[in-house]
């Protein structure tokens, strides 16, 4: 097989009139987690559906697992595992009947499906709780067990629509932990949708970004940090007047400058000259107490990338 | 294929027996109608429930009046529930996900009906057997066995076929409603005949050979299951299901 898992080329949908999905070229290297990220109506769920040949594409092409999704949509699903927007979860079913049923599915025997059930509901810390109707069990719980579910039968590639989303902080870190873990374990493929920037940037090695329908960027979030973000400090201290304020936009290579309470954040266009801010804060009668270099994250970077493309559309 | 059917039926089953507060469905609602359809009313009747031709009349409704409580529910349930589309990213058959839901309703209402008939005979048995077993002729037995069958597939299919586009259970329970009430159009019709024509049919009446009309009914029931069956299946589109 390829090491490529996920290939694109010129992939859209349209539904009626409006544009979901337009031109979408990716290429999704095996046993990685790729992030696919986007604000809300980007056209992540539909790039999903399509993968998974559930919708049929308004043009292009999309091989998955080596399948085409026109003509070959049933392998890639047999190939694969999904949680999607909703956990899909038969609530007055238990926990363990819900991956009885989808054992069956895959066709997995019946000591393997009992062993698999007990070793993933173990793993997730659900197993005393199997009996219960998925129905009666926190979102968090829920989640976890539809994440089971698309393990179950070791696919090679798994779709997570935003796993973590509606979760507590705690949950979300524990499913976060569980799925890196699981991941690295079993050697799966993750396609993982989420608009949680700070989930993409622990989990993913590499991101897509998209906005109504169309690729921003693709790439290592490292790379995406560093190319789309510019280099920025910020000054922390007392009495930063406007006439100190004023001084500094006359210095060179200074793009930006925002106010914020107890200091000032300066972004540059090139090297960043440190000193030169301090030196002219302090002449302008400013107390400085402490210099951060701002590294510049991945929000900041998805941002600008969402932002610049407003700005051009506009 | 047929595991994969047999896999829904399963879920379905489970869904079914294990659901609590509904009457229809579920253990309870299942031995109160065994206990009115299956004991109570044979006992009213007497033994004469057994003998009678028309007892195949009276037991073709059933199957559609417990089908008509569960097939709502197969894909407009699924949908209201979100679990219909991770059910259709898996790797069941279009055509497997079809026959168990299908399946499913059949085995339920033809299931439960023969389950009642069964239990009328004992308990007339019981009552009025003076230690003979009492059981319907051969013949009435057959007819039953066959005509609740027939019904059995054709509410079930029609049901599965309305609850594949209805966007909710009550929805697809209301249209069931409805077509069901126009399968009864000509039964209501009979009445409002004008006086001539009801002569006629009356006196046609004493001359109809019964096993004749049965034979017919049997076929026009069983073209009426392949269609709807045909039907549903070209109707069951994936990204159709999806987007509604």
Redesign the interface.
């Known amino acids: 097989m390829s090491d490529i898992v996920i290939r694109t080329r010129g992939l859209g949908r349209d539904?009626k009139s409006v544009t979901a999905l337009d031109d979408l070229s990716i290429d999704v290297p095996a046993g990685i987690v790729f992030g696919f990220l986007g604000p809300n109506g980007a056209g992540k769920t539909t790039t999903i559906?399509l993968l998974?040949?559930?919708?049929?594409p308004s043009r292009g092409r999309a091989e998955v697992l080596g399948f085409d999704t026109r003509t070959e949509a049933?392998r890639i699903?047999?190939s694969s595992g999904?949680?999607?927007?909703?956990?899909?979860?038969?609530?007055?079913?238990s926990a363990e009947?819900n991956l009885e049923?989808?054992g069956?599915?895959?066709?997995l025997s019946a000591p393997e499906r009992s062993a698999r059930i007990r070793e993933l509901l173990t793993h997730f810390g659900l197993w005393d709780r199997r009996g219960e109707?998925a129905g009666k069990w926190s979102r968090g719980m829920k989640q976890k067990l539809a994440v089971a579910?698309a393990l179950l039968a070791r696919p090679r590639l798994i779709?997570l629509d935003e796993p973590t989303a509606g979760l507590d902080p705690v949950a979300a870190a524990s499913l976060r932990e569980d799925l890196a873990s699981l991941a690295a374990r079993e050697g799966t493929t993750v396609f993982l949708t989420t608009h949680n920037l700070d989930e993409a940037e622990r989990l993913c090695r590499r991101v897509a970004v998209i906005r109504a329908g169309r690729l921003l960027a693709e790439g290592p979030v490292e790379d995406l940090r560093r190319g789309e973000s510019a280099p920025a400090i910020e000054i922390r201290g007392r009495d930063f007047g406007p006439a100190a304020v004023e001084r500094l936009r006359g210095l060179a290579g200074i793009t930006g400058l925002a106010e914020t309470p107890g200091g000032l954040i300066i972004t540059w266009a090139g090297e960043v000259r440190t000193a030169e801010a301090v030196r002219v804060l302090v002449e302008s009668g400013a107390s400085v107490e402490e210099v951060l270099n701002r590294r510049p994250t991945f929000e900041d970077a998805f941002l600008k990338l969402v932002k610049d493309e407003t700005t051009e559309e506009s | 294929m047929l595991r994969d059917v047999m896999t829904i039926i399963w879920k379905e089953g489970k869904e079914l027996l294990g659901q609590k507060g509904r009457f229809k469905g579920g253990k309870t609602g299942m031995l109160i109608f065994l206990a009115v359809f299956g004991i109570l009313m044979p006992l009213q009747n007497g033994p004469a429930w057994i003998s009678s031709p028309l007892a195949m009349l009276y037991w073709a409704w059933i199957p559609i009046l417990l089908a008509s409580g569960v097939v709502a529910d197969a894909f407009a349930g699924e949908r209201e529930r979100h679990t219909l589309e991770t059910l259709l990213a898996s790797r069941l058959p279009d055509r497997a996900i079809l026959a168990g839901k299908i399946g499913a309703a059949v085995l339920y209402g033809w299931g439960l009906t023969v389950i009642c008939v069964l239990a009328g005979a004992i308990a007339l048995t019981v009552v009025h057997g003076h230690g003979k077993i009492l059981f319907y002729p051969l013949p009435i037995a057959a007819g039953i066995v066959g005509a609740t069958l027939l019904v059995a597939v054709f509410g079930s299919a029609l049901g599965v076929m309305i609850s594949l586009r209805a966007a909710t259970v009550r929805q697809a329970q209301q249209v069931f409603s409805v077509a069901f009430l126009v399968l009864l159009v000509p039964l209501f019709a009979l009445p409002m005949l004008p006086p001539s024509v009801k002569a006629w049919l009356a006196a046609r009446v004493g001359t109809i050979d019964f096993k004749m009309i049965g034979i017919a009914a049997a076929g026009v029931l069983a073209a009426g299951d392949v269609l709807l069956i045909f039907i549903a299946d070209r109707r069951f589109r994936r990204s159709r299901l999806i987007l509604d």
């Open positions: 539904f559906r998974l040949g559930l919708l049929e049933s699903r047999a999904a949680l999607l927007e909703h956990t899909g979860l038969y609530e007055r079913l009947d049923f989808y069956r599915i895959a066709r109707a579910r779709f």
